[in-house]
């Protein structure tokens, strides 16, 4: 099945700084990319995602780029706020429409 | 539209004991999925329904785990009995093709 790598686990930057959050992925079927951010006590929540046929977008201050043939995702947050302070997880989606997490990292925003 | 709905969110039982957990899914969504969540882990797969189909459960401890999705609506997740391992976050999500995944709350739950 899928399998996918995620680092840093922690991440500290200091507000207005850019964070950067990569993952490998390794089902070569795997067609579609989510990052979800999780805030305490609530269920992941979806903010932004990207498919294997593009290699980059953007929404504002966060974007996401794809390398299909490294097999590599990063989320890229710019001007960072302390309400991104949170867990953020990247996921992929297989062929079987199974999505499968990263362990997650942990980004502290200081103000 | 409403979200993906799960009840309780949060519960204590004594190891051993029985527990349930229900989820209603967003209107329309066929694709029903149970997750668990281990502090800090990321989400897990248990189970993915398809209407009121099993797809796929290979990561479902059977001897104290079961699932059900009647009507391929509403679902429920029971574990009998509850070891301390099983403490978790039990997330429900949805999804209407084979993207735009929504997640409940989930529910804590604490085996003590």
């Known amino acids: 099945g899928e399998n996918v790598e995620q680092h840093p686990s922690t991440l500290s930057v200091q507000e207005g700084d850019s964070a950067v959050i990569k993952c490998t992925y390794s089902?070569?079927?795997?067609?579609?990319f989510p990052w979800y951010k999780q805030e305490l006590g609530k269920g992941p929540q979806l903010i932004i995602d990207?498919?294997?046929?593009?290699g980059e977008k953007k929404d504002q201050r966060i974007a996401v780029t794809l390398n299909k043939t490294a097999k590599h995702f990063s989320l890229h947050i710019t001007e960072t706020q302390p309400e991104d302070s949170a867990v953020y997880f990247c996921?992929?989606?297989?062929?079987?429409?199974?999505?499968?997490f990263g362990s997650g990292t942990q980004l502290t925003v200081l103000p | 539209e409403a979200g993906v709905a799960q009840s309780p969110r949060y519960k204590i039982i004594e190891k051993r004991q029985s527990v349930a957990f229900w989820c209603n899914p967003i209107?329309?969504?066929?694709?029903l999925y149970w997750y668990q969540q281990i502090l800090g882990q990321g989400p897990k797969l248990l189970i993915q329904?398809?209407?009121?189909?099993?797809?796929?459960d290979s990561q479902l401890p059977k001897d104290r785990f079961s699932a059900e999705r009647l009507k391929g609506v509403d679902s429920t997740l029971k574990i009998q009995p509850a070891k301390l391992e099983d403490s978790a976050v039990y997330l429900c999500?949805?999804?209407?093709?084979?993207?735009?995944?929504?997640f409940g709350s989930g529910t804590r739950l604490t085996v003590v």
């Open positions: 999500a949805s999804s209407l093709g084979p993207s735009g995944y929504t």
């Open positions: 089902d070569s079927a795997s067609n579609y």
């Open positions: 990207i498919r294997s046929n593009v």
């Open positions: 996921a992929a989606v297989s062929s079987a429409r199974q999505l499968t």
């Open positions: 209107s329309g969504h066929a694709t």
């Open positions: 329904f398809q209407n009121n189909g099993v797809v796929d």
